[in-house]
Each structure stands twice: as C-alpha cells, then as structure tokens.
C-alpha cells in the first residue's frame, strides 16, 4: 500500500501564529513518531505513539508544542504561538512494533515550516 | 550524556572504492544500531540493522560491523557508484525509550 504520507508539504506562517501538521502512518502500523530536523542537523526526536499506550512526550521541547493520535491512525503535530526557531522539516514515521523494539521506521517526507 | 557522533564532514570518494561512514556513541548499551540514507528533500529510509551479539550484517554492496567494545558502528558501501551519493544516519534506540536517537548523518559524494 501507500507509504507515510505527511501534510502540507510546506508551511509559511508568522510567527505568533499556530500551525497543524498533519501524518497518516502506513495502515497497519501501530507505532508512529513525530521528529524534527533543522538545516544540515539530525533528527530530534519529538513524541512516540504506540496503540493505545500512553505517548512518550519526552522530546517535545516545549508546551507549545502537542500531538494528537486519533483512532490509532492519523496524527496531527500542533505547535501553538510559533517562533522563528521553530522553523525545520518535521518528519513523521511508522512502524510494525509489535513488541519488538527493532522494527524499522518507515518515514514520510516531511513538512517543512518556516516562520517568518 | 548519551550522544551519537558522525562525521560531519563530507566523504568525498571515486567511483568503485569502498566508501567507509564511521558511527561512534557514549553512554549507551543499545540492543541493535540501525543505518538509514536520507537524500535531499526526502525522508531517511532504513537500510541495514545489526545486534548487539551480530557483528557484522551484510546486504548487497552494503556491510555494517558493530562493536560493542569500542562503541563503534562502521558502514562500508563497497563497488560504490554516484547514486549512492546521499546522507547516511546511524540510528540507537535510546535508553528506556521506545524511540530512535539519531546522529547528525555523514554526506557522501560519490564521483563519477
């Protein structure tokens, strides 16, 4: 089927304002994770989804930042009063997890926010 | 602190040498280490994933050793052509977590 898929492609706002980003998992995929990736840096990782656990919130770098996973599928990344340093590529990916941590991560191609 | 060093430098090398991207970590005890490639504009996608107890993993022109000892993960393309030009990022599942830490990626420019 389809890979991950992540919506919009880009995004340009001002900052102070809020912005969605959007990313539907591969179907199937019970694991999803939101990073982030600043020019010719590595990926920081955000927040981790898995099935009906509780997320692991550790990554997100402030309160103005939040995720949702609705049905166990679709997940939408809100950052609320955006700064200029917020400005990156956030990628999301899936994977299988089925209780095996090595699953690989299968990864969208990203959105990438510029706040002006 | 845990971290994930690559070299940040590009690798430049001929057509048809061995390409060899060095990743190096502290303060992990990680399970498995996985290498993807990343090209510009697009996601990473997964490559190669190798175990604790597995020392050398290989696929096609690719090969991974890894080195629990000296914390070490070496990733060869051998034969290598101009369309294996792209950013390579090692990968470790961090401590307690679920999720992946990767590091910062090597550029690797092949030339024809």
């Known amino acids: 089927g389809a890979g991950v898929s992540q919506s919009p492609s880009n995004k340009v706002t001002e900052k102070g304002k809020d912005v969605e980003l959007r990313c539907d998992p591969i179907?199937?995929?019970?694991?999803l994770y939101w990073y982030r990736q600043s020019l010719g840096q590595g990926l920081e990782f955000l927040i981790y989804?898995?099935?009906?656990?509780?997320?692991?919130k550790s990554g997100l770098p402030s309160d103005r930042f939040s995720a949702e996973r609705t049905g166990g599928s679709v997940s939408t990344l809100t950052i609320q009063r955006t700064q200029q340093e917020d400005s990156a590529v956030y990628l999301c990916?899936?994977?299988?997890?089925?209780?095996?941590?090595?699953?690989?991560?299968?990864f969208g191609p990203g959105t990438r926010l510029t706040v002006l | 602190s845990q971290k994930i060093e690559q070299n940040s430098e590009a690798l430049n090398i001929q057509e048809g040498k061995t390409a060899t991207l060095t990743c190096n970590y502290t303060n992990y005890s990680p399970a498995y280490l996985q290498w993807y490639r990343q090209d510009p504009g697009r996601g990473p996608v997964f490559l190669l994933l190798i175990r604790e107890n597995e020392k050398e993993k290989r696929k096609e022109r690719l090969k991974v050793t890894f080195d629990t000892t000296l914390k070490q993960s070496l990733f060869h393309i051998t034969a290598s052509q101009p369309a294996d030009s792209a950013t390579y990022l090692c990968?470790?599942?961090?401590?307690?977590?679920?999720?992946?830490?990767f590091g910062s990626g090597t550029r690797l420019q092949v030339q024809p």
């Open positions: 989804f898995q099935g009906n656990s509780a997320p692991d």
């Open positions: 990968a470790l599942r961090r401590t307690g977590r679920r999720a992946l830490t």
């Open positions: 990916a899936s994977s299988l997890d089925s209780g095996r941590s090595y699953n690989e991560q299968f």
């Open positions: 179907s199937g995929h019970t694991a």
